[in-house]
């Protein structure tokens, strides 16, 4: 497939209408492979008049895309899972590249988005309205009724970040498209050749022309063009916090899902099985770099324990690879960019001039880091609160379960935490206290199974992704009320 995309000089261009074209200016913005710099292609860096095209286009052609057939779309659907799967080599080869993910984590991510797609489909063709009897609402008479369906909203501007550049593309499609939505695709710029791949399969299995759009161009500088847009009816965007209340604050009235940031805690209390929560620990710490918003990224454990628990960690820390992923099946890769890199550097640097203990790593090689754990963290290190981004793990004692609660909830962030712990009744006394979108019992913080909601609160989210979810946030219910009349009456 990557032949028919791209031409002689490896530039890609964009889907609009069903067609791949450039931008009016010819600006183009180079892609290099984090890993070792090598240059893998060029996008289109989109202007305004670009993003008004794509958006008036994807504006026409949702009027009878509303109108396919619930089961037409899901055919659609099937195909395009199934014309992933057939390119499953072809584009992990160009994940790994262009996001320095390891190769079985980038095989892994497609097979994910082909479910992920199939399932889609299934459950659109499940989604029923419902009829309201009136005469459940005191007062009123028994001859009303109300029809509910549910309506497509439009045009959805879906943002995607470098880190997952199918899945989270394809987890916004996919539910939009089923909802009757045409779709304007903005991937990430690191990770735009993936995305640009994924609407190529769309496009394949046979999206019709202007339903599914994407414009490449840097956020910071078509950005805030395309999410004031006039003709954007919702906005699906994962991504940084930062970005997330940015487009928070200049938008209006249309309506956001956002999923951003996190800074996740593993909680281990006292009778926890140490075995399984280091187990989950170093895998939800450190696979892909720590470079997931659900990654585990800090450990509050009651004293007590602590000393068996961070030998359990350093031990199977021993087991992490880490390297070059084209080279060697690896958990441990380069980060996205230099600029990542020297964040994570800076926490790491804070941490250790203020006093915490550095257990393993603290090492950096161009962009990768060694993993890195670190004791003894106390709440005036950046580590405690920042997120990452990165292999960088802090371990924070805590006498108590109550004061790992107020520790975990003080976070600016509150996508998920997990509690380790063999009591069913400490469970859930710590799950129903933690603000966050989903609280993991005995399991390393995670988004899927996909049918499961999936939300932040307070700086990491708005709204509720998730099959169903998705679908729902992105179609509003459309009630018809029915008033029968006996005959003879007024
Ligand atoms: P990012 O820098 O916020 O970028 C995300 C997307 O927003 C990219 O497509 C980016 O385009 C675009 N963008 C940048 N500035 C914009 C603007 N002013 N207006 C509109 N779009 C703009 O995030 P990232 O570095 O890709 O991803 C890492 C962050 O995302 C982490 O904080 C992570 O926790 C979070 N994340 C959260 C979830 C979740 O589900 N909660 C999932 C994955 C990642 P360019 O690439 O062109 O700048
Ligand atoms: O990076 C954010 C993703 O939503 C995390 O997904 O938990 O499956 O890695 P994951």
């Known amino acids: 497939m990557l ?55 994807a504006k026409q052609a949702q009027r009878h895309w509303r109108n396919v057939t619930i089961d037409e779309k899901a055919e659609i659907l099937y195909k395009t899972a199934k014309i992933l799967l057939t390119q499953k080599e072809e584009l992990t080869d160009l994940m790994m590249k262009e996001i320095a993910k390891d190769r079985k984590s980038c095989a892994s991510e497609i097979e994910r ?67 009757g939505n045409s779709i304007v695709l903005k991937p990430a710029s690191q990770g735009s050749l993936c995305g640009l791949y994924l609407a190529r399969v769309f496009q394949e299995a046979g999206v019709p022309a202007g339903v599914l759009n994407t414009v490449t161009g840097r956020g910071s500088e078509i950005g805030d063009y395309i999410t004031t847009h006039r003709g954007i009816n919702f906005i699906n965007f994962t991504g940084s916090t930062e970005v997330g209340k940015h487009i928070s604050e ?51 454990v009651i004293d007590e324990v602590a000393d068996t628990l961070v030998e359990k960690i350093v031990s199977k820390m021993e087991t992490l690879k880490v390297g070059n992923p084209l080279e060697q099946d690896v958990d441990i890769v380069p980060l996205i960019s230099e600029k990542a890199a020297d964040f994570v550097c800076e926490l790491i640097d804070d941490a250790k001039e ?59 962030y509150g996508l998920q935490s997990a509690v380790f712990t063999s009591n069913i009744n400490e469970a859930f006394y ?12 005995n399991n390393k913080t995670e988004r899927g ?42």
């Not at 010819?26 to 989109?46: F, H, Q, R, W």
């Not at 996190?262 to 170093?282: M, R, S, Y």
């Not at 790593?361 to 993993?371: D, F, K, V």
Request: glycine share 8%; net charge negative; hydrophobic share 40%.
């Open 3 to 57: 032949d028919k995309m791209r031409d002689d000089e490896n530039h890609y261009k964009n889907l609009v209408d069903g067609k791949w074209i450039d931008g009016n200016d010819n600006k183009t913005i180079t892609i290099y492979s984090p890993i070792d710099g090598s240059e893998l292609g060029s996008v289109p860096a989109m202007a305004s008049e670009d993003v008004d095209l794509a958006i008036e286009t």
């Open 113 to 179: 988005t082909a479910d992920f797609i199939r399932f889609t489909a299934d459950t659109a063709k499940n989604i029923s309205g419902e009829s309201i009897p009136g005469d459940s609402f005191p007062g009123v008479k028994t001859n009303k009724i109300s029809m509910v369906k549910r309506e497509p909203l439009g045009v959805i501007l879906a943002i995607s970040p470098f880190n997952y550049p199918v899945n989270l593309a394809a987890s916004k499609i996919a539910p939009g498209l089923m909802a």
């Open 250 to 300: 200049i938008t209006s009235m249309v309506p956001l899902l956002m999923e951003l940031g996190g800074k996740d805690a593993a909680i281990i209390l006292k009778d926890a099985d140490l075995d399984l929560a280091a187990t989950n620990i170093v895998a939800g710490g450190y696979s892909y770099s720590g470079q997931r918003c659900t990654a585990v990224k800090r450990i509050l």
């Open 354 to 412: 203020k006093g915490a203990k550095l257990l393993v790593g603290g090492t950096r090689e161009g962009n990768l880091i060694a993993p890195t754990l670190f004791d003894n963290v106390t709440t005036d290190m950046r580590i405690a609160w920042e997120e990452p981004f990165g292999p960088v793990l802090p371990i924070i004692r805590v006498k108590s379960k109550d004061e790992a609660i107020q520790i975990a909830n003080d976070s600016e």
């Open 430 to 441: 710590v799950a129903n206290r933690l603000e966050v979108g989903t609280v993991q019992v």
């Open 449 to 490: 199974p996909d049918h499961f909601p999936f939300l932040g609160v307070k700086s990491s989210g708005i709204g509720t992704q998730g099959i169903r979810y998705s679908i729902e946030s992105m179609s509003r219910p459309k009630a018809t009320v029915i008033n029968l009349y006996e005959q003879g009456e007024d």
